[in-house]
Structures are given as C-alpha cells and as structure tokens.
C-alpha cells in the first residue's frame, strides 16, 4: 500500500471511530427507568435511582425482554428490561448463575405476554421457609426476590423491592391496580411492653446502636449456630451477642447508605469493638462484603 492509500484509510478509520463515538455506540450509557413514573404503590430510592454503566447492546435480546451486563458494586450483574423498562437486577451467585437466573424470568415473562396473561394474576408474598419475597403468576413462581435479586433502583428494603417490582411488572403487563402491601409479610413488634419483655435481657443497648460490623461464610457454612439451625451464608443473618435468638434487625452502613433486615442466630462477634457480624449474603447487599468491615448503625424491628 503505497503513501497516498495509507493515509486515506487512516482518516476513513479515525471517521468511522468518532462517528461511532459521537452517535453513542462507544459511549457506555447509564442505566435509568427512563419514562418511567412511578405509580401508587410504588416507591423509588433517592440513593441508588441509577444502576451502573454498562454496554450498549443487550447480552441476549427477546421480543419484550433484554439483558444488559454490567458492574454491580465490583461484581458482575445483569439487569433485565421489560419493554425498555428496567425491572429487576440480578446479582452474580457463589455459583455464578446470573445470566441464567435472568435468562430464566426472561422467558417466562415472554410466555406471559405472548398469551396476553392477566396482569392482575401477579402477585408477591413473603416465603417464610426460605426467607425471602416470591413474585408469583397464577400462584405459579416467577421470581424470587433477595439478595441476589433487586430492583435496579433499589430502595435498600426488600420488602419494597419486591412490592414495587411486582406493581412495576403488574402496570408494564396490563395497567393493573397496584398491590398495597406484600402478601404474609412479618408484623414489627409495635407495643412498647412486648418490646421491653422481649429485650428485657439486652445490655447497654443504646451504646450497641452504632459500631463496627463484620461478616462471616464460607468456613462456618452448613455448621450449627448457637441457636441450633444451620448457618446458611447466603441467608440474610446475622450473629450478637445478646439480642434473642429471631430478633430482626436493620443494619445499615454507614460509609454508604445501604440496609438490610437481618435475623438473628448466632453468638458473636468475639472481636473487641465490633458490634454484629453478618452472613456473607446479608454482607453482598450492603456493600460489605469487599471491605471485610465497616461503621454501621443496628435498629431493632421486633421479632
């Protein structure tokens, strides 16, 4: 190729790349409910109301459904769009099935709206054996939300994320009537006197209130806590060393926001300064788990 050829397919090249770059193909856009206005019933998150950047072309692509791939607080994630409409995020598992845990809802939703389903049929209820809120069709499972499982603007309570992903996909479905409350979910302990029975044998439970959290997994994992259940890694748990075994407790950290409902099972931590240590799931959802520790504030919510 002689001088004159070169240099025209150089400028050809360099044209091609920054018409690329200027229409947007290069640019990594940010994930956003665009045009979508929350409904009755439906809450959003001042925090977390942008996902993450990720590619410009869906990973895999149906007729109403599509999967992005992205970065999720330094791990992989998926977020699945429904007609456009960003709808559920799914976190990488230990096992690393995100792609096909959104491939899997991906299809069912494609069956759904291929038949014209009946958006009033969707409904969401709390699973009290396996801890978690399961949207359902027809009383026939969806998904499943946890914490592996979030909405991409998520509102740091899964109870929320449930209720507002099941009325975001209730409206996207047929306009139908927006769900007021998740079907089954626990009662907070409201009276002051069964508060005070309850937490009668806590100490200095005021100071407890803010400290230093930790997390525990894989080693511990499939052994018995001390209340005797099995230490799941993945459940959203959490060790004390005084709070009554079935407490549940919201922990938030403090270096970002980010809460998460925790049960307590187990003793600990034994580490002088620290006040909770969480399962790793409970660790993953808020932004924990890289850290090893961080400054968190502990509510408790009854029982």
């Known amino acids: 190729m002689d001088n004159k050829n ?34 009755d019933g439906e809450v959003t998150s001042p925090i977390h109301n942008v996902l993450a950047k ?18 999720w607080d330094d791990q992989d994630a998926v977020t699945l769009h429904y007609n456009n409409i960003p709808l559920l995020t799914f976190l990488d598992t230990p096992d690393g099935k995100a792609i096909n845990n959104a491939t899997n ?13 009946q958006a009033s049929e969707i409904n969401v209820a709390w699973n009290a054996k396996t801890e978690d809120y399961v949207i359902t069709f027809a009383n026939n499972e969806l998904v499943r939300i946890n914490e592996y499982v979030i909405l991409p603007d998520s509102t740091e309570d899964l109870a929320h994320d449930a209720l507002q992903a099941t009325n975001r996909l209730r409206r996207l479905m047929g ?21 005070k029975a309850t937490f009668a044998g806590v ?37 004390h060393r005084s ?6 407790v ?8 980010r809460s998460v409902v925790v049960r307590i099972n ?10 909770v240590d969480l399962s790793a799931g409970a660790a993953r959802v808020i932004g924990l788990k890289s850290s090893g520790v961080a400054p968190v504030r502990i509510q408790i919510l009854g029982r």
């Open 6 to 39: 070169c240099q025209r397919a150089v400028k050809t090249a360099l044209s091609t790349i920054i018409g690329l770059s200027i229409s947007g193909v290069l640019i990594a856009p940010t994930v956003r409910a665009n045009g979508y206005q929350a409904q």
């Open 54 to 71: 990720t590619s410009t072309a869906p990973v895999k692509e149906f007729l109403v459904t599509k999967l992005y791939q992205h970065q």
């Open 105 to 117: 809802f991906a299809k069912k939703l494609e069956q759904l709206s291929s038949n014209s389903a």
């Open 175 to 195: 306009n139908a009537t927006p769900l007021k409350e998740v079907k089954g979910q626990p009662k907070v302990v409201a009276k002051k006197q069964t508060q």
């Open 203 to 239: 100490k200095n439970l005021r100071k407890a209130a803010q400290g230093i959290a930790s997390w525990y997994g894989p080693g511990f994992h499939g052994r018995k806590t001390a209340s005797g259940e099995r230490f799941n890694q993945n459940a959203l748990t959490a060790a």
């Open 243 to 248: 709070l009554p075994f079935g407490t549940r």
């Open 250 to 257: 919201k922990v938030t950290n403090l270096n970002n926001g």
């Open 266 to 275: 187990d003793r600990g931590p034994f580490t002088r300064g620290r006040i």
